[in-house]
């Protein structure tokens, strides 16, 4: 079936380092791809997606790729901020109404 | 109201007992979902409601599992007779209308520890 895996965290990082979180995809057929975030205390939102391969999706300094020769669609950032602190989550749809999520990684940044 | 709003934002209860979660959508949205994300797991994708009607119910865990919605917005998500293993965040989110790519919103979720 239709799965999303993404690298395990916590990732812990220094202010104005690089990111890079990864994320990858088993579907059937041409999903769209999401990442949502989780900011403490808060619900998940909707950070950036993309909805056909080749797409980039950018929000906020984040970007994503989506590589179907790869099935991927990792998350980046160049310089990465405090407030940017939050539970990163990647998802996909493939219709069906049903959105798949990964488990979440944890990023921690340090100032 | 400004974001999905979801109460109440924490519940403790005791094994056995049934749990009712309130779900209150953007204005305007008619879709509605249902997903529980445990300690340490993804969020597991329980039910959604186009309008009134829930298509597809396969992702509830089990019969004790039920939810409704009424009048196109209020969703309640009820469990009966709670295990410990029901202990989650409950997180319910709204879209314009369930379709590809259409952004979902989420509410705060209900974090529910059973005892």
């Known amino acids: 079936g239709d799965s999303v895996t993404q690298m395990e965290g916590p990732v812990t990082l220094s202010e104005e380092a690089f990111l890079t979180i990864n994320c990858t995809y088993t579907?059937?057929?041409?999903?769209?791809l999401f990442w949502y975030v989780q900011y403490p205390g808060e619900g998940l939102q909707l950070l950036l997606k993309?909805?056909?391969?080749?797409d980039k999706g950018s929000n906020k300094g984040f970007e994503a790729t989506y590589r179907k020769e790869t099935t991927s669609f990792h998350l980046e950032k160049g310089s990465v901020q405090v407030s940017d602190s939050a539970v990163y989550f990647c998802?996909?749809?493939?219709?069906?109404?049903?959105?798949?999520f990964g488990a979440g990684t944890r990023l921690f940044v340090k100032a | 109201g400004a974001g999905v709003s979801q109460s109440p934002s924490n519940k403790v209860t005791e094994k056995g007992k049934d749990v009712e979660l309130r779900c209150d959508p953007i204005?305007?949205?008619?879709?509605l979902y249902w997903y529980r994300q445990s300690l340490g797991q993804g969020l597991e994708f329980l039910i959604y409601?186009?309008?009134?009607?829930?298509?597809?119910k396969s992702g509830l865990p089990s019969d004790r599992f039920s939810a409704e919605r009424t009048g196109g917005s209020v969703s309640t998500l009820t469990i009966q007779r709670t295990q410990q293993e029901d202990s989650a965040v409950y997180l319910c989110?709204?879209?314009?209308?369930?379709?590809?790519?259409?952004?979902?919103?989420f509410g705060p979720g209900t974090r529910l520890l059973v005892l």
């Open positions: 989110a709204s879209s314009f209308h369930a379709g590809e790519g259409e952004t979902q919103y």
């Open positions: 579907a059937t057929g041409y999903p769209s």
């Open positions: 993309a909805t056909k391969a080749d």
């Open positions: 998802a996909l749809y493939t219709g069906g109404f049903k959105t798949i």
């Open positions: 204005s305007g949205h008619t879709a």
């Open positions: 409601f186009q309008g009134n009607s829930a298509p597809d």
